[in-house]
């Protein structure tokens, strides 16, 4: 069974910076899309960033300039650099992707998510 995993989260003082992998297992696939999203809490799951197989990415105005999404197909894996953090990117952050190989094709796969606390 394919999975996705999230790593890199964790505690951060405000200016700060994360990077954010999301793998997926099994080396014979790559990322056709995928997505960050995250959710604080008591607030709805918001989209952060995406990336299409084009590697064409977009960004919520909220984190335009400080965060960028990368992957790399070889392993697959995807990353989101974070920057210039803030207390309001606290949130549990989650990896949403579309896999595809020679002869399948997955979609709407999500990761367990990781925690990105940012606070002095």
């Known amino acids: 069974q394919v999975q996705l995993v999230e790593s890199g989260g964790g505690l951060v003082q405000p200016g700060g910076s994360l990077r954010l992998s999301c793998s997926a297992s099994?080396?014979?696939?790559?990322?056709?899309?995928l997505a960050w999203y995250r959710q604080a809490p008591g607030k709805q799951r918001e989209l952060v960033a995406s990336?299409?197989?084009?590697?064409?990415?977009n960004y919520a105005d909220s984190v335009k300039g400080r965060f960028t999404l990368s992957r790399d197909n070889a392993k697959p894996t995807a990353y989101l650099q974070m920057s210039s953090l803030k207390p309001e990117d606290t949130a549990v952050y989650y990896c949403?992707?579309?896999?595809?190989?020679?002869?399948?094709?997955?979609?709407?796969?999500w990761g367990p998510g990781t925690q990105v606390t940012v606070s002095s």
């Open positions: 949403n992707a579309d896999l595809r190989s020679s002869t399948v094709y997955l979609r709407n796969l």
């Open positions: 099994g080396s014979i696939f790559t990322i056709n899309f």
């Open positions: 990336i299409t197989r084009s590697d064409n990415t």
